[in-house]
Antibody, heavy 123, light 108 residues
């Protein structure tokens, strides 16, 4: 059974940093690209960032480019999101999501999602 | 960036009736279009990818159609568990991957 478990969320002041983690199990982690998708309270879904199976290809939404860094550790079956210079508009539930495409051809859609970790940016 | 729009914002349907949801892309995304269902307090669930292929375990009452810029998700006979928010998402040209704003299907 595929499981994605996010952690690291919490209340943080504007301008501070936070690091999210996603522990993956139930599939061969290093075969798949992975993504972070967020959802502000009562709002829709927003893709934040994605990383290929070998970290060779990385992409970001313009809203987080230069502030957030995605990474992965295939030996630990883990995905990370380092979030710096946080803003109030980054307040959201952050989901870790598995890409449905295998190997070098990331599909860009998401067949498994975690339950999310809540990040609240407020003074 | 490809902008996705969905209509209507809210669709009120009686159980057993058909629901038709629309999604439009600001430029062609070929068939690289997915649909997700999200219930309150839950993560989204992949329903359809490739515009018309049902994901694993998705009931046959869900069907997707379209290509290019116009897409439709049809739920042939709404069950109580189908009342939720539905999002379309393009993955033809990224980054960024982009979602539509969602259509809420509620009980009439």
């Amino acid at each position: 059974e595929v499981q994605l478990v996010e952690s690291g969320g919490g209340l943080v002041q504007p301008g501070r940093s936070l690091r999210l983690s996603c522990a993956a199990s139930g599939f061969t982690f290093d075969d798949y690209a992975m993504h972070w998708v967020r959802q502000a309270p009562g709002k829709g879904l927003e893709w934040v960032s994605g990383i290929s199976w070998n970290s060779g290809s990385i992409g970001y939404a313009d809203s987080v480019k230069g502030r957030f860094t995605i990474s992965r550790d295939n030996a630990k079956n883990s995905l990370y999101l380092q979030m710096n210079s946080l803003r109030a508009e980054d307040t959201a539930l952050y989901y870790c999501a598995k890409d449905s495409g295998m190997g070098i051809a990331a599909a860009g859609n998401f067949d498994y999602w975690g339950q999310g970790t809540l990040v609240t940016v407020s003074s | 960036e490809i902008v996705m729009t969905q209509s209507p914002a809210t669709l009120s349907v009686s159980p057993g009736e058909r629901a038709t949801l629309s999604c439009r892309a600001s430029q062609s995304v070929s068939s690289n279009l997915a649909w997700y269902q999200q219930k309150p307090g839950q993560a989204p669930r992949l329903l359809i990818y490739g515009a018309s292929t049902r994901a694993t375990g998705i009931p046959a009452r869900f069907s997707g159609s379209g290509s290019g810029t116009e897409f439709t998700l049809t739920i042939s006979s709404l069950q109580s568990e189908d009342f939720a928010v539905y999002y379309c998402q393009q993955y033809n040209n990224w980054p960024p991957l982009t979602f539509g704003p969602g259509t809420k299907v509620d009980i009439k």
